[in-house]
Every structure is written in structure tokens, then in C-alpha cells.
């Protein structure tokens, strides 16, 4: 049975999906953007930002980037398992 | 010694519980319940040999050398695979679904399956590969030193030549025992694979190992680290913002090209699905990796003596600390890394020498190639351990000859930027279907000379291959040419110098000799096939079967797959064709499918030029692709022809059911009008009869007796036009009637026309209009015979038409030679149901107004057919019209 009710939720499902591939799509140009920005660091020896400092930096972007990495993969293979097809 | 001895017996142990492993993993592939041996987490781990013993050994040296620069080598893989979505994905796909083999068969595959160009990717990649086996090498040698150095009285320079001897020689037995052990790569090294994934695990935790011990053990946890990392040689944050973005660059663009990595990544992947979870599973793999590196290489500063050597202190560390289990484990996870590294290498690089240098030349060789008798396995499978052997014999005498001095991390970028020059070739094939063979060939080469110019041999040092003096002033002379200083650009840091050059002009190379070259047809079919691989995911070249031999087909293939895997390939493919028996028909299809699995043990070039020969075309030749294209253009024209001829089929169908609704109807008109026409016939006789009878019996008076012999003369008279009529319909019908040609005026016979149409009228509504200065035209015909039509059309007319003011429109034109003389009313006109039978005779439009038989149209309809002209209802006009016309010239022919 088809009700009004039931099309809306199916489409707005179908929206969903392509969002979260734009997520998937986007992360590693995140990434990029923001493992980039220690190049706006400063190098002066005195001034400059200390490698304690840059590795906390890196690491968290690092950490950050594996979480959502896993998060979006883990929704992207429960779509892949219920419709094939749709994906791609 | 005896530490050594310890050392050199761990080793052994550890060598041998790898081989147990991967010969479990055969096993239990072999039974069938290997499904843990697919599963993500060894997906994983298979790609970390990534992190070869540079990453284990050299990352730690790096650092102590320039700070966290060594991070991006790590950076790149990690987002590549956080990327996995736009480039991974399609590289797996299409690497499963055309059964590629190596980085060189995918490169050549996508162009038009071109041999010449597995070969260039083949050699590149050996060249490229060499140094880094030769650095695995080196690296292990240096570890064993370390614990060599700290025994007294062992001989360091016997053990530098024999360790490296006795583990290329290990390793080359390893690989040729579980590499070569099915021919059929796309079945996969599940030992292989399994002895990589314990060793990622070892040297992971090795390395985690040595980090613990260093923060926790000797610096006293988290915050005194970071306080020591501060203060130390490495702490303030010195970044070449060039050399940051180009080295992750570079690493990402080495982690797809780089063939051991592309062997693990796609060729080995059993299911899309584990590259879900590498994507970020890796990436926290490579974080842990890199996460002890620079505590390691700050307390290594501190701890050891000044001129250590930094690639080490994952060892001497430890060791300095009398840590000495520690460092066996560290040991161990070096070991792991280098072993790892230069199995998977040592495979990647074997199956593409056997597969496009090895059978290529034994098929030239040997004559006819696949049709010489012998098995081709074991060729291919001898080929195939020679050509590990090989390669390990290369990274052996590379190690011996370069002496093993340069610093590992040089060793390793150079290795990288030899491998990326892959990298415009690759993803321009699978994303540019413009991407042609001539591009990819004028790319790699260019990207190559520069990579060799500009980075390998300076990377010698100045004064050893390249004289100094080409450093300072160019080649002869030429300025602009400087290894180090491309169109007198200085400054650069050498090695961004050399990825910016050796990249963009392999991609500027790449993309204009794409652009001015004209790819063949193969390549065009396989370009879209790359390219769109998520829209049709199969093989899209075909063969025209028609010459091939199934025997012959089913010869070659059980030389290559085996008899058994052959004869069961050649039964399912004929059971799907529904053909009892074992030998299937050569169809495209089969042809297809059986290049595919060929394919995968010898590459699809070689494949293809197997079964070319078998198939009759000697090589992969356009007539083929042209015949399987002329094939899809006839059965194009056929498909059209038969819809041709079934919209013909329905048409004349249409027309049959026309033609019998007319008859049915006709039959019912018939009917009708006999029942018409015997009351037409009794009224008129009925009042005759009663009126004569009146007069009979006399009594009359003269008005009388005048009124009712008025009214039997005017039904007599009635009677006789419809006998009239019949009998005039009759004679036109046979052809009986003689015509009375005469020369006319038009006007003068709508004018007789008109006014005896209407004399019999008394109170006539009807007005007529007409042109008369266009009715200029002399003929010859019947003017009595053709005002007889005219005359029932205007009385029709003033007859039927029902607009308020009827008028009557008469209009003259001529027309191809032919006059056209229109009669059009304002009248509701005609129903469309009825326009196909009002010339029909006896048919009349609205019975209610019944004025005659309706036989008029039916007579001027034969009237014109003897006139040679034509008369028809004119649809549309507004009202009820009609269009009579005449052969205008052949009727003046005719008066002269």
C-alpha cells in the first residue's frame, strides 16, 4: 500500500544518502584544508609555534579525520548493504 | 656473540612462524572456511607494507634531521584513503571487473591493452623499485650490525656482506614458494597476504613498544615530553612551506602508483567493501605509526652521542637504556617491515616482467606463440620465479654496488618520485576519456628523463655520474637546463624542484599529446569503459568468432588455467549457451569471458594476443573491432528493418479494419436505402393511387379535380427523377456514357448552374459569392455533365445548409496544372463519421431532411471519374465543402 505519507519519507530518504556521500566526498579536501594551515605558521626560531604545539595540532586533525572517516563509512555500508544500486 | 646468536635465532623463529602462517592461510583458503582471511582487518593490515622499514627505521631519523616534516609521508596516504570515495573506489572496480593484474597491465589495459606500454610501466616501476629493495636490505643489515657492534670482537664487515646475502635469499624463497603458488592472481596470495598482516601487527606494536618505553620509561610520561620535545633541537616548528605541500603530494601520489601498494589495494582486495574500513582504519593505522616518532628520535638526541646515526635510534635507544628485549622486538618490527616490503614488491614486480617482458618475448620466441604445444603454466609460473629472483637479485647488487650510505629517507623519496610519474597516466585514464595511448607514452617518458635528470642522478651527489660543472652552468653550456635550476629558476629547494618539473611536464606531456593524438579503436572502447566502469561494468571489446576453434581455444586455456579449471570454465560457458557437451560456440561473449580469465594469469595484453592468435586476426587488429562494429550495424539495420515492417503489418491491418468498417456500414446503408426506397416509391404511388381514385368516382369540381391531377402529375414526376436518377447512376457505372466534349467557359457554367439550381426555389436564403474575374478559365469538357454536378452541389447547399445567413462560397484557383473549384457553405458542415460515405450511394446525411435518394454525390463522384477529375469533401474549411477538380491542361490538349 502507497500512502502520501510513506513517498515523503522514502524521498527525503533518498536525500539523506546523497548528502552523506557529499560528507564522504568533502572530507578529504577538510583534510587537506586543514593539514595546509601550518603552512601559515610562522618558522622564526623564537616567535614561532613549537613542535610540542604542532604535533597536538596534527594529531587531533588526525584524530578528527578517522573519526568521521569511520562514522561515514560505517553509514555509507549500511546504505551499500540495503540498496546497491542507488550509489552508484 | 651470544647476543647475536640470540638475535640470529629469534630471526629464524620468527621467519618460520611467518611461514607457518601463510601456509595456514593457503590451507584453510584451500578448505573453503577462509572467509576471517577476507575480512577487512587483514585488508587493513595488508596495506600497511606502506610502511616499509624506511618508515620504521628511517621516519625516526627524519625526524631527528628535520623536524615533522617526516609526518607527511604519512599525511598523503591518509588522505588519499579519507579520499577513497572519488579515486580508490573506481581504481577497485575497475581493477575487479578487468581482472588487472599490475599497475602496468591497468596503464596499458586502458590504452587499447598496448604492450608497448606495459613494458615502459614495467621497467619504470623496476627502476624505481630496485633502490627501495636495496634499502630493505640495507636496513636490516644495519640493525644486525647494531647488535653486532655490541659484541666485542664480531666481524662487522663478513656480517654486512652475508646478512644481506642470507635474507635476499630468504625472502626470495618465501615469495616464490607462497607468490607463485596459484597462477591466477585475481585468486589471491591468502598466505602471502596473512604473513603481511602478522607482520603490520609486529612491527606496529614494536614500534608502539619502543614509544612507551621512551615516554613512560624514560621521560616520565605525557607532559615531560612534550616539555623535552620543546626544549630540544627539533622544537620550534621550521617548515619549508614547499617541501610540506610537495612531500604530501608525493606520498599520496606514490601510494596509488607504487606497484606493491597497488597489489595489495586492488589487486588482492576480495571485496569493495573492506575499503570502507581501510578508509579510515588505515589512516588510524598510519597515526599510530608515526604517534612515538618524534619523542624516539628527541630522546635519541639527547640520550646517544653526538654523529649516532638518527635512522637507528629505534634500536639504540633500547639498547642504550640495556633494554635488550626491547630492542629484539624492535628488531623484529624492522625486520617485519623490510620482509614485508620486499615480498609484496618482489610479486607486484614479477608478475608484471612475466606478464609483459617474460611471455611476450617466449611467445615471439616460440613461434606461433599459443598454439605451440606444452604447458604454458609452467612457462608462465617458471617466468614468473625467475623474474622474483631477479628482482631480488637486482635490490641485492644495487645494495652492494651503491655501498649502502646515503641516508635512508633520500633513498625513499627518490623512489617515490619515480613511481608518481604514474600518476598523470593513471588518473587521467580512469577519469579522461579523452586520455589516449601517444599521451601516455610522451607523459611517462618525459616525466621519466626529468625524474632521472633531475633527482636520480644528482641524488648520486655532484661530481659522480653528473659533473659538477653541469650543476653550475647546465649541459654545454645551456643555462636553463641545470639539473637543480629548470629555466633558471634558483633557489628551489632541489627536491621540490624536481616534483614540480618531473610532474607537470609529464602532465603537460600527457595532456597534449593526448589532445593532438587520435586514439584507436580499442582504446576508445576501453577509455569508456574505464572511464564509466560504475555504469556498465563489463568488458566492452569483443571478438568476431566466426574463424576461432573451440578445440583449439580449449587447448590454450588448459595450458594456462590448468585442465581442470579450463574444462570447467569451457562446460559452464557451453551449459549457458545451451549446447550439450564441453565446447562451447566461439561467440563474442565467450570469447570475452575467456580472455578475462586468461587474463588474469597472464595479463590482458598477453591474453589478448593469445586469443587473437587462435581467433585468426594475428594481433589485436581495428578489422576485428570494425567486424564486431559492422556486426552491431547490420543487426542495427535488421532490428529497424523488422520494426519497419511491423509498423507496415499494423498499417495495413489499420486499412483491413478501415475497409471493413466501410463495408459493414455500406451492407447497412443498403439495407437501409431498400427500405427507403420502398417507402420513397410507396408515398408517391400511395397518393397516386388514392387521388386516381377520387377521380374515378368523379363528383369533382373543376378546382378539385385540377388540384388532385396537380398532385399526381408532381409525384409522378418525383418518381420518374428517382427512376432518373438510378438509372443514370447505372449507366455511369458500367461506362456506358458517351460525353459531349465542347469548349467553355468556366463563369458561364456556374452561372447556368446557379440559376437552375435555385429557379425551382421560391424563397431562397442561400447567397452565393463568387470571384468572377478569377474564373477566367476555357476549357473543354461536358458542360452538360459537369453543371450537373455543380447544380447538385449548390442545391445541396441550399438544401442542407443550416447557418442563420447561408452563404454559399464558390472559389477558383489552379493548381499543378489542375483546376480547383471550391464549394464551401457556413453550415455545421458534415460529421466527421459520415465524410468517408457521402459519395457512397444511396448514403444520406441526415435522413430527416431527406430531399432525394442520395444518389447526387454518388452520381457527381462518377461524373468527375469520367471527366478524369476528382471530386472530394474538404475538410475543415468552416462549414460543408467540396472541391471538384479538373485535369486543367489535358483537357486544352484534349480541345486541340
New interface residues.
Given amino acids: 500500500m502507497k500512502n502520501p505519507g510513506k513517498r515523503v519519507f522514502v524521498e527525503r530518504d533518498g536525500y539523506r544518502r546523497r548528502r552523506l556521500?557529499d560528507c564522504?566526498?568533502v572530507?578529504?579536501?577538510l583534510?587537506?584544508f586543514l593539514?595546509?594551515l601550518?603552512?601559515l605558521?610562522?618558522?622564526d626560531?623564537q616567535a614561532?609555534?613549537?613542535?610540542?604545539?604542532?604535533?597536538l595540532y596534527?594529531?587531533a586533525v588526525?584524530?578528527c579525520?578517522?573519526?568521521l572517516?569511520?562514522l561515514l563509512?560505517y553509514k555509507?555500508?549500511a546504505l551499500?548493504d540495503s540498496d546497491r544500486d542507488s550509489l552508484? | 656473540m651470544g647476543a647475536l646468536n640470540v638475535l640470529v635465532a629469534v630471526c629464524l623463529c620468527y621467519v618460520a612462524f611467518l611461514f607457518i602462517v601463510a601456509f595456514a592461510a593457503e590451507r584453510s583458503a584451500l578448505r573453503g572456511n577462509g572467509a576471517w582471511l577476507r575480512s577487512p582487518l587483514v585488508y587493513t593490515l595488508s596495506l600497511s607494507i606502506y610502511c616499509t622499514a624506511w618508515t620504521f627505521y628511517g621516519a625516526v631519523g627524519y625526524a631527528a634531521r628535520s623536524?615533522?616534516e617526516y609526518?607527511t609521508i604519512y599525511?598523503g596516504p591518509?588522505?588519499?584513503?579519507?579520499?577513497w570515495?572519488?579515486i580508490l573506489r573506481k581504481l577497485v572496480r575497475i581493477g575487479r571487473s578487468q581482472r588487472i593484474t599490475s599497475i602496468a597491465d591497468l596503464i596499458s589495459s586502458r590504452y587499447g591493452k598496448s604492450n608497448t606500454l606495459a613494458i615502459f610501466v614495467t621497467i619504470l616501476a623496476v627502476i624505481g623499485t630496485t633502490p627501495y629493495i636495496a634499502l630493505q636490505l640495507q636496513s636490516v643489515t644495519l640493525s644486525f650490525n647494531v647488535f653486532a657492534q655490541s659484541q666485542a670482537g664480531a666481524d662487522t664487515d663478513v656480517l654486512r656482506e652475508t646478512t644481506a646475502f642470507w635474507v635476499a635469499l630468504g625472502l626470495a624463497l618465501f615469495t616464490i614458494l607462497f607468490g607463485t603458488r596459484n597462477l591466477d592472481v585475481n585468486e589471491r596470495h591468502h598466505g602471502v597476504v596473512m604473513a603481511i598482516a602478522v607482520e603490520a601487527v609486529v612491527k606496529l606494536f614494536a614500534l608502539l613498544a619502543v614509544g612507551v618505553f621512551v615516554v613512560w620509561g624514560l621521560s616520565g610520561g605525557v607532559g615531560n615530553m612534550?616539555?623535552r620535545?620543546?626544549t630540544?633541537e627539533?622544537?620550534?616548528?621550521?617548515?619549508?612551506?614547499g617541501r610540506?605541500?610537495s612531500l604530501?603530494f608525493l606520498s599520496a601520489a606514490a601510494f596509488l602508483c607504487l606497484p606493491r601498494m597497488f597489489q595489495v589495494m586492488v589487486v588482492e582486495n576480495e571485496n569493495e567493501?573492506n575499503l570502507?574500513?581501510a578508509?579510515?582504519?588505515f589512516?588510524?593505522y598510519l597515526?599510530l605509526m608515526s604517534?612515538f616518532v618524534?619523542p624516539i628520535a628527541v630522546v635519541g638526541l639527547d640520550v646517544l652521542p653526538k654523529g649516532a646515526n638518527p635512522d637507528l635510534f629505534v634500536l639504540t635507544v633500547p639498547l642504550a637504556s640495556g633494554q635488550e628485549g626491547l630492542a629484539v622486538i624492535s628488531f623484529l618490527g624492522g625486520f617485519s617491515s623490510a620482509t614485508s616490503m620486499v615480498i609484496v614488491a618482489a610479486i607486484a614486480l614479477s608478475t608484471m616482467v612475466s606478464n609483459h617482458v617474460v611471455m611476450p618475448i617466449w611467445l615471439a620466441v616460440t613461434g606461433h606463440g599459443a598454439s605451440f604445444s606444452g604447458d604454458v603454466r609452467k612457462v608462465v609460473i617458471l617466468s614468473r620465479r625467475l623474474s622474483i629472483a631477479g628482482v631480488l637479485i637486482l635490490g641485492y647488487l644495487y645494495y652492494r654496488l651503491s655501498g649502502g650510505g646515503t641516508a635512508l629517507a633520500l633513498i625513499g623519496l627518490i623512489s617515490f618520485a619515480g613511481v608518481a610519474q604514474f600518476l598523470p597516466a593513471l588518473i587521467g585514464g580512469i577519469f579522461w576519456r579523452g586520455a589516449t595511448r601517444t599521451g601516455a607514452l610522451a607523459g611517462l617518458t618525459v616525466g621519466f628523463v626529468v625524474w632521472t635528470y633531475a633527482m636520480l642522478l644528482p641524488g648520486f651527489g655532484q661530481g659522480t655520474i653528473l659533473p659538477t660543472s653541469v650543476f653550475e652552468s647546465g649541459p654545454f653550456g645551456i643555462g636553463w637546463l641545470r639539473p637543480q635550476a629548470f629555466f633558471g629558476i634558483q633557489g628551489m629547494d632541489p627536491l621540490v624542484h624536481a616534483i614540480l618539473w618531473s610532474i607537470s611536464l609529464n602532465s603537460a606531456a600527457f595532456f597534449v599529446a593526448s589532445l593532438l593524438s587520435f586514439p584507436n579503436p580499442l582504446e576508445r572502447l576501453q577509455g569508456a569503459q574505464f572511464v564509466n566502469v560504475?555504469d556498465h561494468s563489463q568488458n566492452p571489446q569483443s571478438w568476431s568468432g566466426g574463424m576461432a576453434q573451440s578445440e583449439d581455444l580449449m587447448i590454450m586455456a588448459q595450458r594456462i588455467l590448468g585442465a581442470r579449471e579450463a574444462q570447467r570454465l569451457f562446460e559452464r560457458e557451453a551449459k549457458r549457451q545451451g549446447i550439450q557437451g564441453v565446447l562451447p560456440e566461439t561467440t563474442p561473449e565467450f570469447l570475452q569471458v575467456l580472455e578475462r580469465e586468461l587474463a588474469g594469469s597472464v595479463g590482458a595484453a598477453t591474453a589478448h594476443a593469445m586469443v587473437g592468435q587462435i581467433v585468426g586476426g594475428a594481433s589485436v587488429s581495428v578489422r576485428d573491432l570494425m567486424a564486431v562494429a559492422d556486426e552491431t550495424a547490420q543487426m542495427m539495420e535488421y532490428s529497424s528493418q523488422l520494426e519497419t515492417k511491423s509498423a507496415e503489418l499494423t498499417r495495413t491491418a489499420r486499412q483491413l479494419r478501415l475497409a471493413n468498417e466501410k463495408l459493414m456500414q455500406v451492407s447497412h446503408q443498403k439495407d437501409a436505402f431498400l427500405s427507403q426506397i420502398s417507402h420513397e416509391l410507396r408515398t408517391p404511388m400511395t397518393s397516386i393511387r388514392a387521388f386516381s381514385e377520387i377521380l374515378r368516382e368523379g363528383g369533382l369540381s373543376d378546382a378539385e379535380q385540377e388540384k388532385y391531377a396537380t398532385v399526381i402529375h408532381s409525384e409522378a414526376i418525383r418518381l420518374t427523377r428517382l427512376l432518373d436518377d438510378l438509372l443514370d447512376l447505372s449507366v455511369l457505372e458500367n461506362g456506358q456514357v458517351s460525353l459531349n466534349l465542347r469548349k467553355v467557359q468556366l463563369s458561364d457554367l456556374l452561372d447556368t448552374a446557379i440559376s437552375s439550381a435555385l429557379s425551382g426555389v421560391q424563397t431562397s436564403l442561400l447567397k452565393i459569392r463568387r470571384d468572377q474575374a478569377q474564373e477566367k478559365y476555357a476549357f473543354t469538357t461536358d458542360p452538360d455533365r459537369l453543371s450537373q454536378v455543380f447544380i447538385n452541389l449548390i442545391s445541396n447547399a441550399q438544401k442542407y445548409c443550416d447557418g442563420d445567413r447561408p452563404v454559399l462560397r464558390i472559389e477558383t484557383m489552379e493548381q499543378d496544372g489542375r483546376l480547383l473549384v471550391d464549394f464551401i457553405d457556413n453550415g455545421s458542415g458534415i460529421p466527421r463519421e459520415s465524410q468517408d460515405l457521402i459519395f457512397e450511394k444511396f448514403s444520406r446525411v441526415s435522413p430527416q431532411k431527406a430531399g432525394g435518394a442520395g444518389l447526387g454525390l454518388a452520381i457527381c463522384r462518377e461524373i468527375m471519374v469520367r471527366l478524369k477529375g476528382e471530386i472530394n469533401y474538404l475538410p475543415g474549411q468552416g462549414g460543408a465543402a467540396f472541391r471538384v477538380s479538373l485535369p486543367l491542361r489535358q483537357v486544352n490538349e484534349n480541345a486541340e
Fill in positions: 556521500l564522504l566526498r572530507l578529504p579536501m583534510g587537506a593539514w595546509a601550518p603552512l605558521w610562522s618558522s626560531p614561532g609555534v613549537s613542535t610540542a604545539d604542532a604535533i596534527i594529531f588526525w584524530c579525520l578517522v573519526g572517516g569511520a563509512s555509507v555500508g551499500q552508484e | 623536524g615533522l609526518l599525511i591518509s588522505l588519499v584513503m579519507i579520499g570515495w572519488w612534550l616539555d620535545i620543546e630540544s627539533i622544537g620550534m616548528w621550521q617548515m619549508q612551506g610540506w605541500v604530501i567493501g570502507r574500513t578508509s579510515w582504519a589512516p588510524a597515526m604517534l618524534v560504475f
